[in-house]
Nanobody, 123 residues
Framework: QVQLVESGGGSVQAGGSLRLSCTASAGTAGNYQMGWFRQAPGKERERVAAIAVDGTTLYTDSVKGRFTISQDNAKNTLYLQMSSLKPEDTGMYSC?????????????????WGQGTQVTVSS
């Protein structure tokens, strides 16, 4: 069983930055595909970014050039550095992990989910 705990959310003005962290069970980072998803009120959850076991990174178009996903395998921690934040980035951000990158990214159906951390961007 993989446990995922997010932190780092908060309120920020448009143009600002935040860094989200996701602390995973020992041995998760580097052995599982991992990613970030978000869900805005009244909208479906959407994929944001993913990092594969081989280090390949994937981003949804709306965050390319603004967000960076990374991980520290020694700390079993996944990060999402968010810059140039926009009000439309507001939502509950959740960390996810799974063994299949196809399931995680293409299907948005990872095996494991964290509880989420709220990000609010005001204009």
């Amino acid at each position: 069983q993989v446990q995922l705990v997010e932190s780092g959310g908060g309120s920020v003005q448009a143009g600002g930055s935040l860094r989200l962290s996701c602390t995973a069970s020992a041995g998760t980072a580097g052995n599982y595909q991992m990613g970030w998803f978000r869900q805005a009120p009244g909208k479906e959850r959407e994929r944001v970014a993913a990092i594969a076991v081989d280090g390949t990174t994937l981003y949804t178009d709306s965050v390319k050039g603004r967000f960076t996903i990374s991980q520290d395998n020694a700390k079993n921690t996944l990060y999402l550095q968010m810059s140039s934040l926009k009000p439309e980035d507001t939502g509950m951000y959740s960390c996810a992990a799974g063994q299949s990158l196809y399931s995680l990214w293409t299907l948005s159906h990872p095996r494991y989910w964290g509880q989420g951390t709220q990000v609010t961007v005001s204009s």
